[in-house]
């Protein structure tokens, strides 16, 4: 049964939508649901479990197509419904994988043949789901048609006939939909690894300053509100990274999900002059390195990552306040590195940089901050510092119980982490 909590309606500028029946509190869950599908980002093959998305570095592996990985024969037998049909795909295929998205539509149309489950009680089907085809450039459609085709070999004896899907979810059809309803799995430190469809979750509408905020346990979705919401009030979130200017987050959602952001955000271009503060010739460059830096750290490579990092922050220290966005994304690479090559104290140092912007841009309850403060936290604590790292992660709890709610593992994490500094002050 759908939750009572919240009702599908049309809003007058933004289409269908979803809002609340009930005045609801910050942190309160206002619903929670199993994916339709869902499928391990393909990064993740190896270390995540394809039933309870567990993380761990020894899991079994499926004996028949090698790649899909559990953390127990009890989640290996829970998974193979929606493993059966993909079992043989991945056999034929391999050592080739497909795209993400290419799995999770293969997953979708398995799922749509086999009818031994439907999506009648969502609030929106998955038929209803816009797939914006008449609004894409040639080029995306291009994309959709090689996706299709790679579909389709992926498929194999398995798309012999697809004339029982309901009508309009041809393969290309289900790829588009895909691209604009889908929704990343992200783990408690909001890294991204699966991606799931959720057709009731898919009428939220975006804002850059939204009331709700989704959170995973597993692949199980759970959307909270992070303010006070008032009856009859659209529930949002974002679609879009928030560390982007209003320009960017524009052009990303025109591209991605065929609309213009109306928010009170992007029509005030809130906080863009502190997102592109300092010089700009300067600010241009970092940010045109990004990218290869983003490869260094997809690579694992640490000690150039870091070299190149610090060179940059150096260079354009006077320049380019720690405020604008590609400093800090900048901050935060060269803290992972430092992290990975155990330099523990000049993390902190840049961890702490980076957390007068988390709090600039993430004023509102956000998980994103939570995670940096707990960061910050653990290299306090690991270091003695224990009075700054018990103030982290205080300010990390306080955060947490309203976005992941008090009984999420991450923030019974952070809890103990606290008590151990508290335990450890006490006994100074």
């Known amino acids: 049964m759908m939750a009572v909590n919240m009702e599908r309606f049309v809003s007058e500028a933004k289409g269908n939508g979803l809002r609340a029946l009930r005045e609801i509190k910050a942190g309160e869950v206002i619903h929670s649901c199993e994916p339709y599908a869902f499928c391990i980002a393909k990064d ?34 829970q998974a193979w419904p929606d493993h059966k049909r993909e079992c043989k795909c991945l056999k034929r295929l ?38 914006h085809l008449a609004d894409m450039s040639e080029e995306k459609k291009e994309g959709l048609r090689h996706l299709c085709m790679t579909l389709q070999v992926y498929l194999g004896e ?50 850059c300053q939204p009331n709700c905020v989704m959170i995973f346990e597993g692949k199980r979705l759970m959307l909270r509100a992070v303010r006070l919401i008032r009856p009859c009030e659209e529930l949002t979130i974002s679609y879009t990274d928030i560390l982007a200017t209003s320009k960017e987050r524009r052009s990303h959602l025109q591209e991605q999900y065929h609309f ?10 809130d906080k863009d002059c502190d997102m592109l503060a300092g010089e700009k010739t300067a600010w241009t460059s970092l940010r045109d390195a990004i990218p290869h830096l983003e490869q260094l750290q997809s690579e694992q490579r640490w000690e150039e990552l870091l070299k190149e990092g610090k060179a940059f922050l150096h260079r354009y220290a006077d320049v380019v306040p720690d405020r604008n966005i590609y400093v800090l994304r900048l901050l935060d690479l060269a803290m992972d590195a430092c992290i990975s090559l155990d330099d523990y104290e000049t993390a902190l140092e840049y961890g702490n940089r980076a957390l007068e912007s988390y709090k600039l841009y993430y004023s509102d309850p ?63």
């Open 158 to 207: 398995e798309n012999h006939d697809l004339s029982p899907l309901p009508p309009g979810l041809d393969p290309i059809s289900l790829l588009a939909r895909v691209t604009c309803n889908c929704f990343s799995i992200s783990d408690g430190e909001l890294q991204d690894v699966g991606v799931g469809l959720y057709p009731s979750m898919s009428l939220l509408n975006h804002d």
């Open 260 to 269: 213009l952001c109306q928010c009170t955000r992007c029509s005030t271009e």
């Open 44 to 77: 993740f093959l190896k270390t995540a479990c394809q039933s309870c998305l567990k993380r761990g570095e020894s899991l079994s592996r499926c004996s028949q197509c090698k790649t899909a990985r559990y953390c127990s024969a009890q989640c290996q037998k």
């Open 366 to 428: 956000h998980p994103s901050r939570a995670v940096e403060l707990l960061r910050v936290g653990k290299l306090q604590h690991y270091q003695g510092r224990l009075e700054e790292a018990q103030g982290s992660f205080t300010q990390a709890y306080d955060i947490m119980k309203v976005t992941h709610g008090t009984a999420h593992a991450l923030t019974n994490e952070v809890s103990r982490k606290l008590s151990e500094c508290q335990a450890e002050l006490g006994r100074v």
């Open 94 to 131: 391999q050592p080739r994988i497909p795209t993400d998205s290419v799995c999770l539509v293969a997953r979708i149309i398995f799922k749509l043949l086999s009818q031994s489950e439907s999506d009648q009680e969502e609030l929106y089907s998955i038929v209803e789901h816009q797939s």
